[in-house]
């Protein structure tokens, strides 16, 4: 079984910065693409940023040149520095993996955290 654990949210006050952080566990051999999603109340959920495993990076719009998403492998874990944030960035973040491969050779598809909430105050 793959779980997430995520942290980092929390409230913060404009043109301020948080970190997410969001740890993949169990005897995982590799994981393709992680990401970062967000949704506010009566909104589907969008797209924030992804990471490959090769390092390729894809954003929204409006996180362009204020979010960066990295990742660290050898934890299996994938990171949001968010900088310069903005009331409009509130919402319930949701970590997500793509594909895992476990050491059995077992693999799991789609697998979400519980989202944790990221409160900007103007």
């Known amino acids: 079984q793959v779980q997430l654990v995520e942290s980092g949210g929390g409230l913060v006050q404009a043109g301020g910065s948080l970190r997410l952080s969001c740890a993949a566990s169990?005897?995982?051999?590799?994981?393709?693409?992680m990401g970062w999603y967000r949704q506010v109340p009566g909104k589907q959920r969008e797209l924030v940023a992804t990471?490959?495993?090769?390092?390729?990076?894809d954003y929204a719009d409006s996180v362009k040149g204020r979010f960066s998403i990295s990742r660290d492998n050898a934890k299996n874990t994938v990171y949001l520095q968010m900088n310069s944030l903005k009331p409009e960035d509130t919402g319930v973040y949701y970590c997500?993996?793509?594909?895992?491969?476990?050491?059995?050779?077992?693999?799991?598809?789609?697998?979400w955290g519980p989202g944790t909430q990221v409160t900007v105050s103007s």
């Open positions: 997500n993996v793509d594909r895992v491969r476990m050491r059995s050779s077992l693999y799991y598809f789609n697998i």
């Open positions: 169990g005897s995982i051999f590799s994981i393709n693409s």
């Open positions: 990471i490959a495993s090769g390092g390729s990076t």
